[in-house]
């Protein structure tokens, strides 16, 4: 007698994907929001080091040309020599000049209201004022 071999099926049962699915479900609901506050944690460090990187461009600046650039030549200067710079030896920064984590150009006034040079970003919400993520970021303290 000869005993045919069933080819047997491997696959998963309609049950067992349910399954599988609703475990990624649970996982994705309790670590997605951790990780997107991480995320915009993030944004928020990465504006402040930007900063520091833009101060101390505006620092060699000033130690060649001896003034910071005015508000209207704006950060731009350091990237590109101004008609009256006499001494410029940039550029100051590597690249070009960045813009803030959430696509919009940081604020610059020479001479500034709260230090030499005021930088600042609107957070997240691109408005004045604001708390957590929305809370402006800025190079006094």
């Known amino acids: 007698m000869k005993y045919k071999m069933m080819a047997r099926q491997t696959g998963m049962t309609l049950i067992e994907i349910l399954v599988v699915l609703a475990i990624l479900g649970l996982l ?3 670590v997605g929001p951790n990780l997107l506050n991480r995320l915009d944690s993030a944004k928020s460090k990465t504006a402040h ?32 020599q101004p008609s009256n710079a006499a001494g410029w030896n940039g550029p100051y920064l590597k690249g070009t000049v ?19 040079v005021d930088i ?7 408005k004045p004022g604001g708390e957590g993520d929305s809370a402006d970021i800025h190079n006094w303290k």
Not at 52 to 63: A, T
């Open 98 to 116: 960045p813009v803030d984590p959430w696509g919009r150009g940081y604020l610059y006034k020479s001479p500034g209201e709260h230090a030499d």
């Open 49 to 80: 080091v930007q900063i520091k990187d833009l101060e101390q461009g505006l620092e060699m600046f000033k130690l060649d040309v001896g003034r910071f650039p005015t508000t209207e030549e704006g950060l731009e200067a350091l990237q590109s």
């Open 120 to 126: 600042l970003s609107y957070g997240e919400d691109g």
């Open 28 to 30: 994705a609901g309790l």
